[in-house]
């Protein structure tokens, strides 16, 4: 699954949010189920320390990938 490369510029340009981490995580989807896809949100979120904002936007982008 994967989501358009505008849809992903539009959650990577949310306020408060680290775009790189949206831009990368999002933009590597493909070859996961949306079950390990959020696991790996889960763990980066912890390991890279991101906050609320970015960990929304990338589950937003998730949800929005496999809902097609």
Do not use: C, H
Request: net charge positive.
């Amino acid at each position: 699954m994967q989501l358009s490369q505008a849809r992903i510029e539009e959650l990577a340009s949310r306020s408060g949010v680290k775009r790189m981490a949206v831009e990368n995580f999002l933009g590597t989807l493909d070859g996961l189920t949306r079950e390990e896809a959020l696991a790996n949100l889960e763990q980066d979120t912890k390991a890279y320390r991101w906050n609320a904002a970015t960990g929304r936007a990338i589950q937003q982008g998730i949800m929005e990938a496999f809902r097609r």
